[in-house]
């Protein structure tokens, strides 16, 4: 990741994975800014091949990664037995040889995201659909195996339809409560193989369009579905609530150095939002912490995810003192992320430290040494 300028670039993950130098398993969330997942290789040597992939998230640009949380009980209410860092959520994405949806979310949204995923140590090749409701804090299994699936009315409904992979279908479903529950709903007479699920003209309607092919067509055929008879009413004032995308992020109530209220439907009330619905929100700076930081130029994580930033020695720094300066501002090993709006705080511990070039030129009651936070 760059600095503010976007000219000093530091490691911010390793071991990404990719296609052919073109296609990379990293994939910012709309609706929730500072939010990224990402698929990793976990090698146990930088030549082994055939590595296992697991998927990580950062809720501050990629300052720090974290593994996913995992349900706490599958689609049925069964107990998960997966409990990191031995076993976590990973997501199917671009790279993956099953590759349906990947990571779904969208500004109209905010704080929700549908994902095809599995749980264990690592990816494996059987997907299922999980949502999270809160910006990435929490998931939960919405649906078995694969499907596929799009918002409708500001993320009000979610419709989805069976993968085209798996088995033909003359039924989909749909939610109206952030995928809760379920309900069926026969859309054509004949079992269709469903390729893709859109919405005309956008997210903020309640018009999808299913598009396929049955065993006995010879070509495309598409689907439409008004979905506005399922709200009874059109919500007013009190159909809505105030959530933060951080109120429940490991005790803190800030991300990039501001809080943000946002305007939300409370998911158990059946309401249509309508497309004209513009959301209200506000945000105030926040005091600086440890999480508004990521590690500078010729620095890394020394776990490779979240320990102290520490010197690369793969990396070469310029002298300063080679032009004959006689003091220069030495890195602490951070820097504040770019896009961070944090004031105040901690960003005191953060702060260069002013270095001399020769002990002989340095101040009385003044030392060259770094200290780090």
Not at 197 to 208: A, H, L
């Amino acid at each position: 990741l760059s600095d503010s300028s976007g000219v000093l670039y530091s490691m911010s993950l390793s071991d990404l994975v990719q296609e052919g130098g073109t296609t990379f398993d990293l994939q910012m969330i709309e609706g929730v800014n500072g939010t990224m997942v990402a698929n990793q290789y976990v090698r146990s040597s930088p030549s082994q091949t055939n590595s296992p992939i697991r998927t990580l998230i950062t809720f501050n640009n990629g300052g720090r990664w974290r593994l996913i949380a995992p349900p706490d009980v599958d689609v049925n209410g069964n107990a998960v037995n997966c409990e990191p860092p031995s076993c976590s959520l990973h997501f199917f994405m671009d790279t993956s040889d099953y590759f349906r949806l990947g990571v779904y979310a969208q500004d109209s949204a905010p704080g929700l995201i549908v994902a095809h995923g599995s749980l264990g140590a690592q990816l494996s090749t059987d997907p299922d659909v999980y949502i999270s409701r809160n910006g990435g804090i929490t998931w939960s299994e919405t649906l078995s195996n694969s499907w596929g699936m799009n918002y409708l009315d500001h993320g009000g409904l979610l419709v989805a339809a069976r993968d085209y992979h798996q088995a033909s279908s003359r039924v989909l479903k749909y939610s109206v409560d952030e995928g809760l529950h379920w309900q069926d709903y026969t859309f054509s007479n004949v079992n269709a193989f469903i390729y893709g699920v859109i919405t005309e003209p956008g997210e903020t309607t309640t018009i999808v369009s299913l598009y396929g092919w049955t065993s006995g067509s010879s070509g495309w055929i598409v689907w439409t579905v008004y979905f506005a008879s399922v709200f009874p009413r059109v919500c007013t004032d009190n159909d809505y609530y105030t959530w933060s995308p951080w109120d429940e992020r490991f005790g803190q109530a800030c991300t990039l150095g501001y809080h943000i209220n946002i305007e939300r439907r409370i998911n158990n009330v059946t309401c249509l939002n309508t497309r004209s619905y513009v959301r209200e929100t506000n945000f105030e700076i926040c005091p600086c912490t440890s999480e508004d930081y990521e590690c500078d130029y010729g620095f890394f994580h020394v776990d490779g995810l979240t320990g102290p930033c520490v010197k690369d020695r793969d990396v070469s720094l310029l002298d300063p003192c080679a032009t004959g300066s006689i003091s220069y501002n030495q890195s602490s090993g951070y820097r504040l992320i770019a896009g961070d709006l944090c004031s105040g705080g901690v960003e005191q511990f953060f702060y260069p430290v002013l270095t001399y070039c020769c002990s002989s030129q340095q101040p009385t009651g003044t030392t060259g040494t770094t200290q780090g936070p």
